[in-house]
């Protein structure tokens, strides 16, 4: 900006009428006043700015600044807590930073505050603002403009007069002189005259005298460097109404806007110095005039007199202008459109100008409406058969916990597959809200990390990691729970050795053609353990024990405070025995972020392993599909779930237990039973014990909101439960049924199989030596869950002996040729020329 920016902070519009040819305006908006900045916004030729000032942004003050946003506010000054927030609820929201200074009015002198103007490429432009006080001198504010500054000063120490004024009032042209320039020997500035369509009129000069006279008087006033001060129209009556006044980048020219009347701004008496207008201008001036005086018979007057003929003919051109198919047609039928419509226009005295003002208007709302047409205006379609909800219910406190049931004998096909869909994400706002944070921490690195750390876990940190080696007081456990960890520890390394591929896999494809395959550990790993509703120590052990075994050089962990700021001292114990090189102490998307590029402090990660929330999933999404992170990722995620498979035979208490291990880790978990062959009796007992154990948990009132949309699907045959089973593809499949070792054949699609009435999923989350970091929402059936090769990757090698060659050189040539790589064809040619090899006709 480059032009000053005047503020009016109460909401006066008969005070701010006086001041809105020049700079913008900025109201303190307290949320009481919302109806009378939008009413100003609206009306003002200026940007209107917000500055805030409300104790807490509540739900109903973002209303507020959405209002705002929607009705022509350009921008909300705002504190940095104040703005992410903003941006977190708004989408594209325009926030001006700014420091407490700007507006203290405490401090006697003159505060200087630097603010950066928020954009999509945030910190794109700086602006150095200063606020005036009473008091400070105006050869003080002239030399703070000179350098570049913009001064904000209140209205009423402001005057468009620039004689015989107050002491204690500036005149609004000071603020616009220093920073004029120019390069003519008379000291004048060039000058561009346009109208509020920014169509240009002529190019004049200007004097300190004619812009303060011109503000003064509120007129064109011009220095003519024949005859001094030119006030336009003063003889010929053509005057002009002034606008505004700008400056360009370069401040070596003005640009002034006005509205001209009269024969035109030329002494030709054409549109402009370089001569009339054309186009949607110029029939917009013919309209004006034959509205004023059209002469009798003409068609113009025959519209501006018949509604009904005007409106018909809108009609018919708009159905015209969609019928049309060629360039020539469509340009033909959108010129009669608009001239249909632009007459309707001038009938009741709207003007382009209008028209434009509104597009501009439109162009800074942040909500969007959907865009449908009215319905009268599409053509008839089938309709779409109406989606078949799950069964969902609202559990009180009060009623008896239990899954919905559905028989798959009696319910439709889609009533049945409506409850294996999973919970609806909304990926397009999570995103929204998680990409300023993954930025943020892109561009600030450790500053942006304890910002978000404090605002999102309360806590404030010193440092957002901690380094190897860890403080024996950091790590304060019991022997019993130190035990539990290290028994764990042990049979997941076993399991994950076993996996670990350490000899070369050579195969000789042909007779002197040796190909192998190798693995090699990815360098740089990052271990994302979540914290929140749960402490899960466990996922420490599943996600860094197969990174030790993988041989990965660096290990890194990832964990949220408590809101004591310290860490699970059981994940710190496990990254002490694997040997990880730090911990960053932070959660959600911001951690991701910092793992995926790196900090002042900590390491940037090669691949980031963990599950999380929806926000830990988007920013990971986000990191693995920016080529400029370079970061892999285990697998998408969504909420956790089991599906388990019972039979008759299975015990009520053991099947409630395995789905109520399952519904206690959030809300959005989700549970299903496939009741095969079972009565309704025999489902009840397994309602009655999920109610009987539901009731004794800690979590009760998760486990409540968890299974009031999981489902019962009661089958008939053990087939059809595995094909409903391999479809839906759950994270953790219990088979609680007779013979169950016989039926893991029939499993094509499951993150992890439990078989048997005595394993539990609890064994595979903690100690049995599976992985229990497993693809959730349907991906396990294209990905696996976490094992030894997660944290490898394979290298092939080849050797092609004289042998070899002879075997495949053709075939490579020939392939090559067909394919038009000629040195692909050159570089077996000649190996196979100087030993011999080649054969004729090559």
Not at 17 to 23: A, M, T
Not at 196 to 220: A, D, P, R
């Amino acid at each position: 900006m480059t032009y000053p920016v005047l503020p009016y902070y109460a909401a006066n519009a008969a005070t701010k009428l006086s001041l809105d040819i020049v700079g913008q305006a900025i109201y303190e908006f307290n949320g009481s006043n919302t109806d009378a900045i939008v009413s100003i916004s609206k009306t003002s030729k200026i940007n209107v700015l917000v500055d805030l000032k409300v104790s807490s942004l509540s739900d109903e003050i973002i209303e507020s600044i959405l209002k705002l946003y929607n009705n022509g506010v350009a921008s909300v000054f705002a504190t940095v807590e104040e703005g992410n927030e903003i941006l977190s609820k708004i989408p594209n929201a325009r926030i001006t930073y700014k420091s407490n200074t700007l507006v203290n009015e405490t401090d006697k002198s003159i505060a200087l505050s630097s603010i950066s103007v928020a954009t999509e490429k945030a910190s794109e432009s700086v602006t150095s603002f200063v606020f005036a006080l009473q008091g400070s001198s105006l050869d003080e504010l002239k030399s703070i403009t000179k350098l570049g500054y913009i001064p904000i000063v209140k209205s009423e120490l402001l005057s468009n007069e620039y004689e015989n004024i107050p002491s204690n009032v500036y005149p609004i042209v000071e603020f616009i002189i220093p920073s004029l320039v120019t390069d003519r020997a008379d000291g004048l500035f060039t000058t561009l005259v346009v109208d509020s369509s920014n169509q240009c009129l002529g190019l004049v000069y200007s004097s300190i005298k004619s812009i303060s006279e011109s503000i003064k008087t509120q007129t064109g006033v011009y220095q003519s460097r024949k005859h001094g001060l030119w006030y336009k129209g003063a003889t010929s009556g053509a005057t002009q109404k002034l606008l505004s006044i700008d400056l360009d980048c370069d401040n070596d020219c003005l640009k002034v806007v006005v509205e001209q009347s009269g024969s035109g701004f030329c002494h030709l008496s054409t549109n402009s110095c370089f001569g009339n207008f054309n186009g949607l201008k110029s029939l917009e001036s013919t309209l004006v005039s034959r509205k004023q005086d059209a002469p009798e018979g003409s068609y113009t007057k025959r519209l501006f007199d018949d509604e009904d003929l005007l409106n018909a003919k809108i009609k018919e051109e708009a159905e015209e202008l969609t019928d049309a198919k060629t360039k020539e047609e469509i340009a033909w039928e959108a010129a009669d459109l608009f001239y249909f419509a632009l007459a309707r226009c001038v009938k009741y005295g709207v003007s382009i100008s209008d028209i434009e003002k509104n597009l501009d208007m439109k162009s800074l709302k942040v909500s969007r409406r959907k865009g449908d047409a009215k319905p009268k205006f599409i053509e008839k379609k089938a309709e779409a058969p109406k989606k078949v909800e799950a069964p969902k219910r609202v559990i009180g406190s009060g009623d008896k916990i239990h899954l919905n049931r559905v028989n798959a004998e009696t319910a439709t096909p889609e009533e049945v597959e409506a409850c294996l869909e999973r919970p609806i994400q909304k990926s397009a706002d999570i995103m929204s809200l998680v990409t300023p944070i993954v930025e943020n921490v892109k561009q600030n690195g450790d500053k942006a990390l304890l910002e978000l750390t404090a605002k999102f876990d309360k806590v404030q940190l010193e440092s957002p990691v901690l380094k190897a080696p860890f403080s024996e007081d950091m790590m304060q456990i019991s022997d019993k729970v130190k035990k539990a960890i290290d028994i764990s520890f042990e049979n997941i390394r076993i399991f994950h050795e076993a996996q670990n591929q350490k000899d070369i896999l050579t195969v000789e494809t042909s007779p002197g053609v040796y190909c192998s395959r190798f693995a090699r550990p990815i360098e740089k790993v990052g271990c994302y353990i979540p914290g929140g509703t749960a402490v899960l120590p466990s996922t420490s052990l599943m996600l860094s024990v197969p990174a030790l075994v993988a041989g990965c050089k660096e290990i890194i962990f990832a964990s949220p405070p408590g809101k004591d700021g310290k860490l699970t001292p059981e994940v710190v114990y496990v990254a002490h025995k694997v040997g990880a090189k730090c911990i960053v102490v932070a959660g959600g998307a911001q951690a991701v972020a910092a793992m995926a590029y790196g900090t002042e402090t900590i390491p940037k990660c090669d691949k980031i392993m963990g599950p999380g929330n929806q926000f830990v999933t988007a920013a990971k999404m986000l990191v693995a599909n920016d080529s400029n992170a370079l970061c892999a990722i285990d697998m998408p995620a969504g909420p956790s779930e089991v599906l388990v498979i019972a039979d008759k035979f299975a015990d009520p208490d053991f099947v409630a237990s395995d789905l109520l291990s399952q519904a206690e880790h959030g809300i959005d978990s989700q549970v299903i039973l496939l009741a095969v062959d079972m009565t309704d009796k025999e489902v009840d007992l397994i309602d009655e014990a999920v109610n009987r154990q539901a009731l004794a948990l800690p979590r009760v009132d998760i486990v409540r909101q968890c299974i009031s949309h999981s489902t019962t699907i009661q089958i008939k045959t053990m087939e059809e439960a595995f094909e409903m089973s391999n479809r839906y593809a759950p994270e953790h499949l219990i088979l609680q049924i007779e013979d169950a070792e016989s039926w893991v054949p029939k499993v094509d699609n499951a993150g992890s199989v439990f078989v048997g009435a005595l394993s539990p999923e609890s064994c595979g989350d903690y100690s049995s030596g599976t992985n229990h970091t497993l693809p959730t929402y349907g991906y396990a059936r294209m990905y696996s869950g976490v094992n030894t090769a997660t944290f490898q990757k394979f290298i092939t090698s080849q050797v092609v002996t004289k042998q070899g060659l002879s075997e495949i050189g053709c075939a490579v040539m020939d392939l090559a040729e067909v394919e038009g790589l000629d040195g692909h064809r050159n570089a077996v040619r000649v190996r196979m020329e100087k030993l011999g090899l080649l054969p004729e006709g090559y």
